[in-house]
């Protein structure tokens, strides 16, 4: 039998808050994703400021991450991570759409985030789901690099 042309790598990925038990795997992941990590008290006080904050688990447990606030009527997605070996399998995308969900359910009707300019993988991931660059920030970043400022309406249909 012939062989299928593509193939399709699903991942089954449970989301559920963050506890402040889930921080040290967070940091284990942060410090090897980013160049310019979050402290670990400053996940904390992430945390203890009740943003949103989301931790995805496979069999092997937490691969992936993400910290959003709400303002208002809008919400500020902070950071979406995913361990490195488990990047490019659908984690970030469930981790955003759990957020825009989550946001749905609050009434919230817009998202925003900003994003460095070199961040491909992150800025194809947000216009995958319908994320414009409305601006960019000069120099946003510490070490000069420009930061996109992107934006969604979230839809209530
Ligand atoms: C950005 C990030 C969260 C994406 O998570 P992920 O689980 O790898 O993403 P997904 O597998 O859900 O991919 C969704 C889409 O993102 C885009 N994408 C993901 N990885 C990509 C890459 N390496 N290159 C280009 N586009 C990429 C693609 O459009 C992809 O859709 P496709 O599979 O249909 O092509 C992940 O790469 C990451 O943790 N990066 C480091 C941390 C970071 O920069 N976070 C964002 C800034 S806050």
């Known amino acids: 039998m012939k062989a299928p042309i593509n193939s399709y ?16 795997a ?6 090897v994703v980013f160049t310019d ?4 008290q400053q996940l904390r006080e992430e945390l203890e400021q009740k943003a949103l904050a989301f931790v995805a688990e496979d069999e092997e447990g937490l691969v ?3 910290f959003a606030r709400p303002i208002i009527d809008q919400v ?17 995308t ?12 609050q009434g919230i009707g817009k998202a925003f985030l900003e994003v460095r300019v070199s961040n491909t993988a ?24 420009d930061a996109f400022v ?8």
């Not at 790598?9 to 040290?24: G, N, Y």
């Not at 902070?78 to 970030?92: C, D, E, F, N, P």
């Not at 992150?122 to 970043?141: C, D, E, M, P």
Request: proline residues 2%.
């Open 9 to 24: 790598i699903v991942v089954m990925v449970t989301i559920r808050t963050m506890a402040e038990s889930d921080l040290p």
């Open 26 to 31: 967070v940091k284990g992941i942060e410090d």
């Open 37 to 40: 990590p979050w402290s670990f």
């Open 64 to 66: 992936g991450y993400a």
């Open 76 to 92: 500020e997605i902070l950071s979406i991570a995913v361990a490195r070996h488990k990047q490019g399998k659908g984690t970030g």
């Open 94 to 105: 469930v981790l955003l759409d759990y957020i825009i969900a989550y946001a749905r359910t």
């Open 122 to 145: 992150a800025i194809n991931l947000y216009k995958l789901k319908l994320f414009q660059v409305l601006s960019t920030r000069k120099g946003y970043y510490s070490d000069g690099e």
């Open 150 to 157: 992107m934006e969604k309406t979230i839809d209530f249909a």
